[in-house]
């Protein structure tokens, strides 16, 4: 974030309502996409900012009534998270939002549980390298939602290997 103090500002109110939003509060969501579309004009190669951009979308998509309307604004929303991915490909808040949102999608329709499967498999492999990379709630968060996205995959096996660390984890954790 560059160091204007209002940007700084614009982009915490617009985190804010993203997670309002997330929580299902549709015109937090809304105004949420219309900061970080403005933030995404003054800092276009901002990665962070295009990818709550791209997460906003999703969201929109998730809120929308017309099925196309569902559908356009998720793949909009999903292009902004892997652009913001090709930006910044270490970037551990980028990598958990593209992960999130590709795990909410229908795999049916959009392919991404593999995406998702990367980015937590990513985010693991650096908690591996350094047991601070990750807090314990975003750990045990990460290994549920790798389970799920392997269950989405149809691959019970992964799942269930998933699952068993995450209970020997969460044990040592407690």
Same mark, same amino acid.
Do not use: W
């Given at each position: 974030?560059?160091? +204007?103090? +209002?940007?700084?500002?614009q @982009? $915490? ?12 509060d &549709?015109? #937090?969501? &809304? &105004?949420? %996409?219309?900061? @970080? ?9 901002? #990665?962070?900012?295009?990818?709550? %951009?791209?997460s906003?979308? !999703?969201?929109?998509g998730?809120? =929308?009534?017309?099925?196309l309307?569902? !559908?356009?604004? #998720? ?8 652009? =913001? ?8 808040e ?15 329709? @959009?392919?991404?549980?593999?995406? =998702?499967? $990367? /980015?937590?498999? @990513?985010?693991?492999?650096?908690y *591996?390298?350094?047991? +601070? %990379?990750?807090?314990? /709630?975003?750990?045990? $968060?990460?290994? $549920? +939602?790798?389970?799920? #996205? ?8 992964? !799942?269930? &290997? ?11 954790? *407690?």
């Open positions: 974030m560059k160091s +204007n103090t +209002n940007h700084i500002k @982009f $915490e109110e617009g985190r804010r309502l993203l997670m309002l939003g997330v929580d299902g &549709k015109k #937090a969501v &809304k &105004k949420a %996409y219309e900061i @970080f579309l403005k933030l995404r004009d003054t800092e276009p190669d901002n #990665a962070l900012v295009e990818a709550n %951009y791209g906003t979308l !999703a969201l929109l998730r809120d =929308a009534v017309q099925p309307e569902k !559908a356009d604004h #998720a793949q909009e929303g999903l292009d902004a998270l892997n652009q =913001a991915i090709s930006m910044e490909p270490n970037h551990k980028i990598r958990l939002l593209r992960a999130n949102v590709c795990l909410r999608l229908p795999d049916s329709f @959009f392919h991404c549980s593999q995406t =998702a499967i $990367e /980015d937590f498999s @990513f985010l693991l492999d650096r *591996k390298e350094d047991p +601070n %990379y990750l807090t314990n /709630d975003q750990l045990i $968060e990460m290994m $549920e +939602n790798l389970s799920a #996205a392997s269950h989405d995959m149809e691959k019970p096996s992964k !799942a269930n &290997k998933v699952l068993q660390r995450l209970t020997k984890l969460t044990s040592k954790i *407690k």
